[in-house]
């Protein structure tokens, strides 16, 4: 029998070469470009996997997964985000979900991580701590996090104005210190 994927993404276009690179591998795969698309597929899909973009516009990817989830508690799933960060690495994680990527990814990253069954002990631990301007983009995100994505409780909590706070956040994140 064939896995079935979800794939829930705002990019159409990625979205659709992502499913197609999956259905040449063998899957049946079904899309969906917002958190209702996804509702909806879910209820008459019934998928097997998902892979699950961390911003979907105005929706979140975590609140997706939470929905997935709890549907389908057996499904493996992994997020894809160009804005990672510890706190949504680490309520992803608690959510269930089964692996974390960065964009830009392969596909046979992603089915390498939609298959793992435990964590690798054998990561290497950096030596060197995170720069100071991560930190602060790390922190910024953590605080919005806990105001469920709302900008102006997390400007207000930061003591700072939500201009400047939507400033910051549109910023990419600095890389991590490489060894």
């Given amino acids: 029998m064939k896995e079935r994927i979800l794939v829930i993404d705002d990019d159409e276009i990625f979205c659709e070469v992502l499913a197609g690179a999956l259905r040449s591998r063998g899957f049946i ?3 969906a470009n917002n958190f ?3 509702e909806q597929i879910t209820k008459k899909f019934y998928p097997d996997k998902a892979v699950v973009d961390l911003r979907i516009g105005e929706d979140s990817g975590l ?8 549907e389908i508690p ?3 799933i992994v997020i894809l985000t160009g804005y990672a960060s510890i706190a949504t690495a680490v309520e992803s994680i608690k959510l269930g979900v089964k692996h974390y990527l960065t964009k830009p990814t392969d ?16 990561i290497p631990i950096p030596e060197k701590p995170l720069p100071v301007k991560r930190l602060e ?12 994505g709302n900008i102006s409780k997390a400007a207000e ?12 956040l549109q910023k990419k994140p600095v890389k991590e210190n490489k060894e």
């Fill in 137 to 148: 983009w790390e922190h910024l995100q953590k605080v919005l996090l806990e105001n469920d």
């Fill in 29 to 31: 795969v079904e899309t």
């Fill in 74 to 76: 057996e499904i493996s």
């Fill in 157 to 168: 909590q930061l003591n700072m104005h939500r201009r400047t706070l939507q400033r910051k």
């Fill in 36 to 38: 209702l698309r996804a």
């Fill in 63 to 70: 609140k997706v997964c939470e929905f997935l989830l709890a």
């Fill in 107 to 122: 596909v046979d990253s992603i089915l390498a991580a939609l298959n793992i069954e435990q964590a690798d002990t054998d």
